[in-house]
C-alpha cells in the first residue's frame, strides 16, 4: 500500500502542492489580521462549566454579579506624609477625575462604583453622601488653591481656610470602618476605586480595549501626582489581561526562536541547506492548519493553548528528521532518488503513523482533564499530530523529489560516531541484567518517593514573576489594603408558598412566625425616591420614623403582591455568622490565609459604630430585627451600592466573602474545611436557625479550586488511558503483546526521572506542569517504535537480538539523538518566557526527553536482550513496511 502512495506521489507531485497550497491559504483565512486572533485567559475558559457546582455558581451570580469580575485603580503612598496621605486633595480630585470619565463609561455596571469621592460620610449630621467630593468642591468654588493644600497636607502645615472642611471630612472617613480594607487602608496610606463590568462585557475580548485605557489614564495620573504616589490597576480581570498580553508577547518571541534553533540544530547535523529549511517550510504548513482549525471551532488561545505552535513545530520537525535521516540512508547505499524514497515510504509509513498515534494518544488524553483548557489542548494538540504525519509522508518526500541530492556516501566503518553507538550498545547488552533491574527498582522507589513528598497546589499568580507589574500590584492591595481572592458563602431564607401583601399576612406561613412579606420590585423601586430624601435629611436618631411611613407610602401605591420569606435582617442569623467570622478569625491556622471577612454582619456592625458615634461598645449587633432594619435605612438611601454587595434588594440572601491571600488552593481547602464546619454548627444545627436557614459555599474561587483539586487525578488518569492506548496500538500494528511489555520500562523511566526531579527541586503539580506527563508519554515512546521498528526489519533479516541491537543503534541511535536535541532545544526556548509555569514547563519537558534518550539508548537494549527472543518481533515474515530487506 505504502509502495503505490509513493508511485502517486511522484506522479501527481505538482497537484499535491497546489492542494497543500489551498488548504493552508483556507487555514490561514482567520489568522489575517493577526490582532483579530482570538485569546481567552477568563476562569469561564478554563473549566467545564456543567454540574452542580457550575448550577450553585450561576445562582450565586444571579443574585450578586461577577464575584470575580471587580476591578480597580489603587492610590498608593509610597512616602511618610503628616496625614493620611491617601486622603490628600491631590490625590482626590485624581480619583474624581478617574471616577467621571469610568462612570461614561458603557462596559461598566452604573450601579457599582466604589471610591472616596462620593463614599457616604455616616458620622455627619444629617448624613451626607460624597462628603469628601463635596468638601473639594467647595474649596475649589472658594478659590482654594489645590497644589497649596496638597503640599500642606503632606508636610502637616495647617491647610488653607477654604479646605478646613475637607480636613474634617477626610479625618472622619478614616475612621469609618465599613470603608477599611475596602476603599482606604486603616492608616490612610492606600486608597481603592473600584468598577464592575456589565454582563455585556465579561469576556476579556470584550473589555480588552477599555483596560488599555484605563491603563494610559493611571500613567497620565501617575505622572499628575509625582513620585510621592504609585498606581496600579488590579483586579482578576487585570491579571487575565496580563496573561493574554504576555502570551502573545510570548508566540511572537518563542515561536521565530524555535525556528532558529531547530535551523541551527538541523543544519549542523545534516550539513545542508535543504535538510535545514525543508523540514521546516513543511512542518510549518501543519503549524497553520493547527491554529487555523483552532480559529475556525472557536477555539481562542488561552494561558496552555498559546504553545500549541511551538510544540507542534518541535514535534513535527523531530519526526522529520527520521524521514530524512533513513532517506540519507538509501541515497548513500545508492538507491536513486525515487527509488529511495520508495522505500523511505514504505518502510517508515507504518512506523511514523504508530509514533504519531502514540504522540496524538499522548495528547488526547488529556481531554479526561476537569481543567477544559487542558482537554481542548490535548484535543486539538493531538489532532494537529496527525497534521504533521500527513504533511511528513506527502510534502517532505514531494521536497525531495525535487531536489537534487547533496548527500555524502555512506561514511566508513569505525567513524566516531558508529564507535559512540557501538560503545553505548556493548554496555547495554553486557550489562542488559543490571541495567533492567536498576531502571525497575529505580522506577517502583522513584514512584513510591514521589508519592509520598509531590505537592499539587495552584496559585492565581503563579504564572508570573513577582517583577512583573500585575504581580507588583496585587502583592502591594494584599499587603497594604486587601487580599483579592473572593471565597463566597452564600446564606438563603427559606421562602414560603404564601403571598402577602404585608408583614401580618406572613405570621402563620412560618413555624415561628418569623417571616416577613418582601414586596415586589415594582413597589420598592417606587419607594426609592422617598427613602433617599428622608435618609439623607433625618437625623440618626429619627431614622425609624421611615419604617412606619414606608408603610404609610405603601400605602398610597398600587397593590402589589408580595411572597412570605424569611429574612437575612434577622439578629440570630447574623450574631452566628459574626461568631463564625470571629472563630475564623481567632484560629491561627485559619487567620494566616484569611485577610478580611466581609459580610451583612460587619456591615450592621459599621453603621452601629457610625449612628453612635464612635461610643464604647459600639461596633456590635443591635439584638433585634427591628434595631438591624433601622441600622440599614441609611445605607438603604445614601449607599445602595453597599448593600447591594452583601445582601439581596429583598432580603431573602446574604453573601459573606471571605478575602484570602494568594496561599494556594491547598490554603483554601484548610479554609473551607474548617468554615463549613463552623457554618454547620451555627445555622444548620441550631434548632431554630436550620429550619429557617441555608447555606452553601460558592463563588467563582470556590469553583476553580475544586477544578483543580482533581488536578493529580486527571494526571493519573491520562496516564492511565495514554498507556492503555499506546500499548494496544503497538500490539496491534507489531502483532505482538511482548513488544508493548519491553516498550514499557523504557518510557515510563523518563516520567518517574521528571516527577522525582520536581519533588527535588520544590516543583508543584499544577495546570502546567501536569501537561508534561501525558505529552512526554506521546513523544517518548517514538524513539522506542523506531529503533523496534529497526530491530524488527534486522531480526527478520537473519541477525540474532545482540547484533540486530547494534545495527538498529546505528542507524536509529543518529536520528534519535537528533530528534532529542531538537526537542530538547525546541521545548527550552520556553525558559524565556515571562511565564514562570511554562518557563517550568521548558526546562522539565527538555529533561523528560533527554532523559527518554537515555531510556532508549540503555534501558530498552537491555530489555530487548533479557525479553525478545530471535522471533519476538516478527510480523509475518515482513518487515514493518511490507518488505524484507536483505
Not at 518541535?314 to 547505499?333: F, P, Q
Not at 445614601?638 to 491547598?666: C, P
Amino acid at each position: 500500500m505504502f509502495d503505490r502512495l509513493a508511485a502517486i506521489l511522484l506522479r501527481f507531485r505538482w497537484a499535491f502542492v497546489a492542494l497543500a497550497v489551498a488548504v493552508t491559504a483556507v487555514m490561514a483565512s482567520p489568522l489575517i489580521p493577526p490582532d483579530e486572533i482570538r485569546f481567552d485567559f477568563s476562569f469561564r475558559r478554563l473549566f467545564r462549566f456543567d454540574g452542580p457546582e457550575a448550577e450553585e455558581l450561576t445562582k450565586f451570580k444571579s443574585l450578586f454579579g461577577d464575584d470575580a469580575g471587580t476591578s480597580g485603580v489603587l492610590y498608593v503612598c509610597r512616602e511618610g506624609s503628616s496625614r493620611p496621605c491617601a486622603l490628600a486633595p491631590g490625590v482626590l480630585s485624581s480619583m474624581r477625575d478617574m471616577e467621571s470619565w469610568l462612570s461614561a463609561r458603557t462596559e461598566l455596571d452604573p450601579t457599582f462604583m466604589l471610591s472616596l469621592f462620593s463614599a457616604t460620610d455616616f458620622f455627619s449630621d444629617p448624613l451626607e453622601k460624597g462628603a469628601l467630593g463635596n468638601a473639594l468642591a467647595e474649596a475649589e468654588a472658594q478659590g482654594g488653591d489645590l497644589a497649596s493644600a496638597d503640599e500642606a497636607w503632606h508636610d502637616g502645615s495647617p491647610l488653607p481656610g477654604a479646605y478646613a472642611r475637607y480636613g474634617q471630612v477626610a479625618d472622619r472617613l478614616l475612621g469609618h470602618r465599613i470603608y477599611h480594607g475596602m476603599l482606604l487602608s486603616p492608616d490612610g496610606r492606600v486608597a481603592a476605586l473600584s468598577y464592575r463590568f456589565n454582563t455585556a462585557h465579561m469576556h476579556p475580548s470584550a473589555r480588552r480595549g477599555f483596560l488599555a485605557e484605563v491603563d494610559e489614564r493611571v500613567a497620565a495620573d501617575r505622572e499628575r501626582l509625582g513620585d510621592r504616589f504609585e498606581l496600579h490597576q488590579f483586579g482578576i480581570p487585570v491579571v487575565s489581561e496580563e496573561y493574554t498580553r504576555l502570551s502573545i508577547q510570548d508566540v511572537a518571541r518563542t515561536a521565530p526562536l524555535s525556528v532558529a534553533i531547530m535551523a541551527l540544530f538541523l543544519l549542523i547535523l545534516f550539513r545542508s541547506l535543504t535538510a535545514m529549511v525543508l523540514p521546516q517550510v513543511v512542518v510549518l504548513s501543519a503549524v497553520v492548519w493547527s491554529i487555523g482549525m483552532m480559529q475556525l471551532t472557536d477555539e481562542p488561545f488561552n494561558m496552555i493553548s498559546h504553545i500549541v505552535p511551538v510544540m507542534v513545530l518541535v514535534v513535527g520537525v523531530a519526526d522529520a528528521v527520521h524521514v530524512m535521516s533513513r532517506y540519507n540512508e538509501e541515497i548513500a547505499a545508492g538507491h536513486a532518488p525515487p527509488e529511495a524514497i520508495r522505500i523511505t515510504i514504505g518502510r517508515l509509513s507504518r512506523a511514523c503513523f504508530l509514533t504519531s498515534s502514540t504522540t496524538a494518544v499522548g495528547f488526547a488524553s488529556l481531554a479526561t482533564a476537569t481543567i477544559a483548557t487542558i482537554a481542548s489542548f490535548g484535543i486539538y494538540t493531538g489532532i494537529a499530530v496527525m497534521f504533521t504525519y500527513v504533511v511528513n509522508m506527502t510534502l517532505l518526500p514531494i521536497g525531495f523529489s525535487f531536489l537534487r541530492p547533496r548527500l555524502k556516501q555512506k561514511a566508513a566503518e569505525g567513524n566516531l560516531g558508529d564507535r559512540m553507538l557501538d560503545g553505548i550498545t556493548a554496555f547495554a547488552t553486557r550489562n542488559a541484567r543490571t541495567i533492567f533491574y536498576a531502571a525497575m527498582f529505580f522506577c517502583v522507589g522513584g514512584a513510591a518517593y514521589v508519592a509520598l513528598n509531590i505537592q499539587a497546589d495552584n496559585h492565581l499568580l503563579e504564572e508570573v514573576p513577582p517583577e512583573n507589574r500585575v504581580h507588583r500590584a496585587t502583592s502591594t492591595m494584599e499587603s497594604m489594603l486587601s487580599p483579592v481572592m473572593p471565597y463566597e458563602i452564600l446564606i438563603r431564607g427559606k421562602r414560603y408558598d404564601q403571598t402577602c401583601a404585608s408583614d401580618e399576612d406572613c405570621l402563620d406561613a412560618s413555624p415561628a412566625g418569623t417571616a416577613t412579606c418582601v414586596l415586589s420590585d415594582r413597589t420598592r423601586k417606587a419607594l426609592a425616591p422617598a427613602r433617599e430624601a428622608l435618609g439623607l435629611l433625618l437625623p440618626p436618631s429619627e431614622l425609624g420614623a421611615i419604617d412606619g411611613l414606608e408603610q404609610t407610602l405603601s400605602g398610597s401605591l398600587p397593590a402589589s403582591q408580595g411572597r412570605c420569606v424569611e429574612t437575612v435582617k434577622d439578629a440570630a442569623l447574623l450574631a452566628a455568622v459574626d461568631r463564625v467570622a470571629h472563630q475564623l478569625l481567632d484560629d491561627p491556622n485559619i487567620s494566616k490565609h484569611v485577610g478580611r471577612i466581609e459580610g451583612l454582619h460587619e456591615t450592621v456592625k459599621q453603621m452601629h459604630q457610625a449612628f453612635r458615634r464612635n461610643a464604647p461598645g459600639s461596633y456590635s449587633l443591635p439584638d433585634s430585627r427591628q434595631g438591624v432594619a433601622q441600622l440599614l435605612l441609611p445605607l438603604e438611601s445614601a449607599s445602595q451600592e453597599f448593600l447591594d454587595r452583601v445582601v439581596t434588594l429583598d432580603y431573602d440572601a446574604t453573601r459573606v466573602t471571605l478575602y484570602l491571600y494568594d496561599h494556594g488552593s491547598s490554603a483554601w481547602d484548610t479554609v473551607k474545611g474548617v468554615a463549613q464546619q463552623r457554618l454547620q454548627n451555627a445555622i444548620s444545627l441550631d434548632p431554630d436557625l436550620g429550619r429557617r436557614y441555608s447555606f452553601e459555599i460558592t463563588g467563582t474561587m470556590n469553583f476553580v479550586e475544586k477544578a483543580l483539586s482533581f488536578i493529580v487525578r486527571d494526571m493519573l488518569t491520562s496516564l492511565g488511558t495514554a498507556f492503555i492506548f499506546i500499548f494496544g496500538l503497538i500490539v496491534l500494528l507489531f502483532r505482538s503483546v511482548r513488544v508493548g511489555m519491553v516498550s514499557f520500562l523504557p518510557n515510563i523511566f523518563p516520567l518517574v526521572a521528571t516527577l522525582v526531579a520536581m519533588v527535588v527541586f520544590g516543583i508543584e503539580l499544577r495546570t502546567a506542569t501536569v501537561l508534561i506527563f501525558s505529552i512526554s508519554l506521546g513523544i517518548a515512546v517514538n524513539d522506542t517504535i523506531h529503533f523496534v521498528a529497526r530491530y524488527n526489519e534486522e531480526v527478520q533479516a537473519g541477525r540474532p537480538p545482540v547484533e540486530a541491537v547494534r545495527l538498529s543503534m546505528r542507524s536509529t541511535g543518529r536520528a534519535m539523538v537528533v530528534s532529542t536535541v531538537i526537542l530538547a532545544g525546541g521545548f527550552l526556548v520556553d525558559v524565556i518566557s515571562e511565564f514562570v509555569a511554562l518557563r517550568q514547563f521548558g526546562y522539565l519537558a527538555s529533561f523528560t526527553v533527554v532523559m527518554a534518550l537515555v531510556g532508549d539508548m540503555l534501558v530498552l537494549p537491555a530489555s530487548l536482550v533479557l525479553l525478545a527472543k530471535p522471533d519476538m518481533l516478527a510480523l509475518g515474515g515482513k518487515g514493518a513496511g511490507g518488505t524484507t530487506r536483505g
